[in-house]
């Protein structure tokens, strides 16, 4: 409400206003289901377990994600210590990986660590975790990867479910690939990048940093299991936003990225008249902002331009360009932040696959399907309900 309230361009625009309204509803809903496990007492494993332990476990489960021999699941910490952080905020932490707060059959093993007080984002230590699952019918030998971020009040159990509303782990089994459900420490640490030249990359910029670099560590320990040259990032929303800071700045350990519902948040000199003119509600300011609003003002700090970073060329694990695949409601609030990233990628002569759809900031139909036909990992065919461009519109060409 808060937001509403300080809107300076665009407030009184209908469609803005169900769109906000539409989103408080959705804020409530999620909450009324996360309350009742949010805050009860937590139980955590007080011992380490190897990373070889870990890979076996993967190894152990049936194609519903459950023990063959009806054991617990495994945990890996750092440094194998108890835990006694005491996590009372409504997202974050262990818990976030082993809760089903919206029910279905949670598949994958835990895999978490103790990260240590670290006095430049003023933290005292947190545990964090993902969740992996390698389907138990897919063929031995190095399988390739979708490491996939969540959206603002999710966690990582409910992309690691069988019945999910994003069908990752039913398209993980039918496609053959090995999934990571990451988990945000409450959000995603998402850089605001100041200007054209700086590239946001290093732990300096993001507490989330090191955090991306431990999937990656860890799946590189076991060649034989994980295809580190075929490994994509995907995510939706605030999870789309790390997506692409992610795939820029770790480019050269993935193979591409596709992210869903949200693009780039310009601001300042980045907007030009080239900016503005795809803004459909009028609100973007040439020099001063897109006119796209984000919660917490996040992107309009004094010197920012590209939020999270200003894409360049970049090349992949193999040496290619990065795979890219857009999504977009033609309805959704967040759709002028895709469109500059499509201006963005061109700029920079960057290819990329767009995908639109009837509907607003929600996960686009057939997503998972689409995911894995655009990566290369499937032959799906493509969703009657995506379309190149919206209806009465002039699809962007490269």
Same mark, same amino acid.
């Given at each position: 409400?808060?937001?509403?309230?300080? /809107?300076?361009?665009?407030?009184?625009?209908? &469609?803005?206003?169900?769109?906000?309204?539409?989103?408080?509803? #959705?804020?409530?809903?999620?909450?009324?289901?996360? #309350?009742?496990?949010?805050?009860?007492?937590?139980? +955590?494993?007080?011992?380490?377990?190897?990373? !070889?332990? @870990?890979?076996?476990?993967?190894?152990?489960?049936?194609? !519903?994600?459950?023990?063959?021999?009806?054991?617990?699941?495994?945990?890996?910490?750092?440094?194998?210590?108890?835990?006694?952080? *005491?996590?009372?905020?409504?997202?974050?932490?262990?818990?976030?990986?082993?809760?089903?707060?919206?029910?279905?059959?949670?598949?994958?093993?835990?895999?978490?660590?103790?990260? *240590?007080?670290?006095?430049? +984002?003023?933290?005292?230590?947190?545990?964090?975790?993902?969740?992996?699952?390698?389907? &138990?019918?897919?063929?031995?030998?190095?399988? *390739?990867?979708?490491? +996939?971020?969540?959206?603002?009040?999710? %966690?990582?159990?409910?992309?690691?479910?069988?019945?999910? =509303?994003?069908?990752?782990?039913?398209?993980?089994?039918?496609?053959?690939?090995? /999934?990571?459900?990451?988990?945000?420490?409450?959000?995603?640490?998402?850089?605001?990048?100041?200007?054209?030249? #700086?590239?946001?990359?290093?732990?300096?910029?993001?507490?989330?940093?090191?955090?991306?670099?431990?999937?990656?560590?860890?799946?590189?320990?076991? *060649?034989?299991?994980?295809?580190? %040259?075929?490994?994509?990032?995907?995510?939706?929303?605030?999870?789309?936003?790390?997506?692409?800071?992610?795939?820029?700045?770790?480019?050269?350990?993935?193979?591409?990225?596709?992210?869903?519902?949200?693009?780039?948040?310009?601001?300042?000199?980045?907007?030009?008249?080239?900016?503005?003119?795809?803004?459909?509600?009028?609100?973007?300011?040439?020099?001063?902002?897109?006119?796209?609003?984000?919660?917490?003002?996040?992107?309009?700090?004094?010197?920012?331009?590209?939020?999270?970073?200003?894409?360049?060329?970049?090349?992949?694990?193999?040496?290619?360009?990065?795979?890219?695949?857009?999504? %977009?409601?033609?309805?959704?609030?967040?759709?002028?932040? @895709?469109?500059?990233?499509?201006?963005?990628?061109?700029?920079?002569?960057?290819? =990329?696959?767009? #995908?639109?759809?009837?509907?607003?900031?929600?996960?686009?139909?057939?997503?998972?399907?689409?995911?894995?036909?655009?990566?290369? /990992?499937?032959?799906?065919?493509?969703?009657?309900?995506?379309?190149?461009?919206?209806?009465?519109?002039?699809?962007? %060409?490269?």
């Amino acid at each position: 409400l808060a937001q509403a309230f300080r /809107l300076r361009r665009g407030f009184g625009n209908p &469609s803005m206003a169900r769109n906000m309204l539409s989103q408080l509803v #959705h804020v409530i809903w999620i909450l009324s289901f996360r #309350h009742a496990t949010c805050f009860s007492e937590q139980g +955590y494993f007080d011992y380490q377990e190897s990373l !070889d332990d @870990v890979l076996a476990d993967l190894r152990t489960r049936g194609s !519903d994600g459950r023990h063959q021999d009806g054991g617990p699941a495994v945990t890996f910490r750092e440094r194998g210590k108890p835990l006694n952080f *005491p996590f009372d905020d409504p997202d974050g932490g262990e818990n976030d990986c082993i809760d089903t707060p919206f029910g279905g059959s949670l598949v994958g093993s835990l895999i978490s660590y103790d990260t *240590p007080t670290d006095t430049r +984002y003023n933290s005292k230590g947190a545990t964090r975790c993902f969740r992996a699952y390698l389907p &138990s019918n897919i063929p031995k030998g190095p399988a *390739p990867v979708v490491v +996939y971020f969540h959206e603002m009040f999710s %966690s990582a159990t409910n992309a690691c479910r069988k019945g999910g =509303y994003m069908g990752l782990v039913e398209q993980a089994s039918e496609a053959g690939f090995a /999934l990571i459900c990451a988990d945000a420490n409450v959000h995603w640490d998402i850089p605001e990048a100041l200007n054209r030249t #700086h590239a946001p990359c290093s732990e300096e910029d993001s507490a989330d940093h090191a955090y991306v670099q431990t999937i990656f560590t860890m799946l590189k320990k076991f *060649p034989d299991t994980f295809d580190t %040259s075929r490994i994509f990032l995907a995510g939706h929303s605030e999870g789309a936003t790390f997506t692409t800071w992610a795939a820029f700045c770790f480019n050269r350990e993935i193979r591409g990225f596709a992210s869903s519902g949200v693009g780039l948040k310009l601001h300042g000199a980045a907007v030009t008249e080239e900016s503005c003119t795809s803004h459909v509600d009028g609100a973007c300011l040439v020099g001063v902002d897109d006119g796209t609003e984000v919660p917490g003002l996040w992107g309009e700090c004094e010197g920012c331009e590209y939020s999270p970073l200003k894409p360049w060329k970049a090349r992949n694990v193999v040496g290619d360009l990065l795979s890219i695949c857009l999504f %977009s409601g033609c309805s959704d609030y967040f759709r002028h932040s @895709v469109t500059m990233m499509e201006q963005n990628l061109e700029e920079v002569k960057m290819p =990329y696959v767009m #995908h639109h759809f009837n509907g607003g900031h929600v996960i686009p139909p057939s997503f998972a399907e689409t995911l894995t036909e655009c990566f290369g /990992l499937s032959n799906a065919t493509k969703s009657q309900d995506l379309f190149p461009s919206c209806p009465g519109e002039d699809p962007v %060409s490269l």
